[in-house]
């Protein structure tokens, strides 16, 4: 029977960022994939300075990365360019990678880290009682002495574990093609935060162009799954209209592949048990305020990976404490501002609110991305701790007044 240190289950950024961590520091560890080496994850690619810090603390190259200088967010007539914010924890630039190439250099990583890589090889948890005590994959039973599902929007093995999302919590839909456009080189991300479906209903969520540097753009809608008629909305449409919208501004080429949509997570029921944490989009780590994921799946990888070099034994318990210590009170407010912006009246005032100026568009900006500096929180780390206490009030209210 083979057996490893870590098995990991799913080889995205969550399950490759484990798995670089605890191979560089000697830990035997196998990744199951069932998809093909170079396979492509439906997503916006865009890196945020969160998530450049996080590739940066994991020694990846980024050269082959399109380097972005801020967002430019919109919202109706009003257009606000803005630079990341400068703080002493996050680098002062963010990226664009086609998902492709970053996870390729990813696991490229963990191989060369020692990790053994099986693609096309599904994997499931193997149980001894209530304990996971391997997978099993390929035929064969792994050992592990811990097992980290890795798996992205939750499946059979979020099933098996138990790490569902939660019903009554919001999560997120979005669909993303590429196209040729002659602003391919442009240093900002784009944003379109007052998007409105085919019956003129406004949508939580936003419109984006991410450009890669290569040709080509990133084109994408998501929503929040707080929105009234949520079941109804039809992503295709949505995604042609924001295409037609930004006909002048950027002169997209027609969609370069089918535009697929995938799922947000932004809950799970549980993300630790005997023998096994849950790390990224199988954890429900992503931002509800801009559907950002990718650095939520590094940076719990890394803990998880140095919490059981640590304590074997204690790491699944640990791992739920301190990702939550990381994230939770922030994730909380992400979904409890996702029931407000559901309100339609709620999300137009809002929006003339956070673009109203230059510098509360930057506050916007640093809040929603999750950049504010706990060491230096500024006028941005007081907004944040003010709508968490006030949105802990309206909360119930919000739930049961949801669109
Ligand atoms: C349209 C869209 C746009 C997005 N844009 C952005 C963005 O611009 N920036 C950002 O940061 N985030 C974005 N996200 C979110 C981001 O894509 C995810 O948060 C991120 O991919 C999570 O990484 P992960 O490693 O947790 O999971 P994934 O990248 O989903 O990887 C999971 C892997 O597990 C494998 N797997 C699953 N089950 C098994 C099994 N049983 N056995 C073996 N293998 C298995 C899958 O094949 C897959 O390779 C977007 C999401 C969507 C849908």
Redesign the pocket.
Known sequence: MPSVDLAV???????AATAIRAARSGATVAV????PYG?D???????TPR?VGALNELKIDLEDAHHIEGLRMIAGKTERELAWPSTSRFPPHGAVWPRRRLDAALVDAAEQAGARLMWN????PAFDGDRVVGVDAGGDRWTAGMVVA????P???ARMLGAERIADEPFGL???SYVESPRHADRHLEACLTMRDANSNSVPGYGWL?PAGDGTVNI?V?ALSTMKGFKRLNLNSLLDIYHAQVRESWAPGPYLERPR????PMSARQRHGRGWVA????AGL?NPMN???????LESGMLAADLFLQNAASAPERYDRLVGERFDSFLRTGRRFSFLIGHPPILSMGLKLAVGTQSIANITLKVMGNLVDSETPGTAGRVLSAADRLLAIADPILRRTRA
């Open positions: 289950i799913g080889a995205g950024p969550a399950g199951f994939d069932k998809a396979r994850k439906v997503c916006g690619d865009g890196l998530a090889t599904e994997a499931l890795a798996t992205g929007a499946g059979k093995v979005a669909i993303r991410f994408g998501g949509a995938w799922r947000l790390v990224g989009d199988a992503i559907g950002e994921g990718i650095d939520y799946g």
